[in-house]
């Protein structure tokens, strides 16, 4: 059974740092390009970051280009997103999702965790 | 940057048909995925690649599209139908993912 589980979020001050992680199991992680996906209190679904499969290529949405790095350890099965330079407007649920291997779509999603960007 | 407009919400009666439509540019050239998100839940995928569908989700759920418009299509709607629908395309000219604005689907 394929398996997102995030974690590492929580509240921070505005400019500070955090590092949210994604345990996957059930599936060949190494295999697939995996995504960032975040949804702010009562919005819609915001597509964050998306990394292929070595870590060797990475897209960014244009609000977090610069202060967010998306990365993975295909040894320990996890995919991370570095967040700097945080500000209250990233304040959301932060979602991983796999990428399906034949087009551009998520097919399975984590849970969440929650980042609260406030003094 | 590149812009997928969804009505805010839709409203329907047990057993109608519920119609959600995604448009900007492009929609036409790119492939178009659906997700339904219920509250304080992760989304699911429920259409990809303009109108196929996962295992485990119902016939009554289909995609389409026409020229720059995508249309996720609910028939026979039930109360377990009730959620956001959000589309989704990878711009290709950027290499970024772009979700729609999002539907409230309400059964009456």
């Known amino acids: 059974e394929v398996q997102l589980v995030e974690s590492g979020g929580g509240l921070v001050q505005p400019g500070g740092s955090l590092r949210l992680s994604c345990a996957a199991s059930?599936?060949?992680?190494?295999?697939?390009?995996m995504y960032w996906v975040r949804q702010a209190p009562g919005k819609g679904l915001v597509w964050v970051s998306r990394?292929?499969?070595?870590?060797?290529?990475?897209s960014y949405a244009d609000s977090v280009k610069g202060r967010f790095t998306i990365s993975r350890d295909n040894a320990k099965n996890t995919l991370y997103l570095q967040m700097n330079s945080l500000r209250a407007e990233d304040t959301a649920m932060y979602y991983c999702?796999?990428?399906?291997?034949?087009?551009?779509?998520?097919?399975?999603w984590g849970q969440g965790t929650l980042v609260t960007v406030s003094s | 940057s590149y812009v997928l407009t969804q009505p805010p919400s839709v409203s329907v009666a047990p057993g109608q048909t519920a119609r959600i439509t995604c448009g900007g540019n492009?929609?036409?050239?790119?492939?178009v995925h659906w997700y339904q998100q219920k509250p304080g839940q992760a989304p699911v995928l429920v259409v990809y690649?303009?109108?196929d569908r996962p295992s485990g989700i119902p016939e009554r759920l289909s995609g389409s599209k026409s020229g720059n418009t995508a249309t996720l299509t609910i028939s026979r709607v039930e109360a377990g139908d009730e959620a956001d629908y959000y589309c989704?395309?990878?711009?290709?000219?950027?290499?970024?993912?772009?979700f729609g604005t999002g539907t409230k689907v309400t059964v009456l």
């Open positions: 059930g599936f060949s992680f190494s295999s697939y390009w």
């Open positions: 990394i292929n499969t070595d870590g060797s290529s990475a």
């Open positions: 999702a796999r990428k399906a291997d034949d087009s551009n779509y998520g097919d399975y």
């Open positions: 690649d303009d109108s």
């Open positions: 492009n929609v036409g050239r790119n492939n």
């Open positions: 989704q395309v990878w711009d290709s000219s950027s290499d970024q993912d772009v």
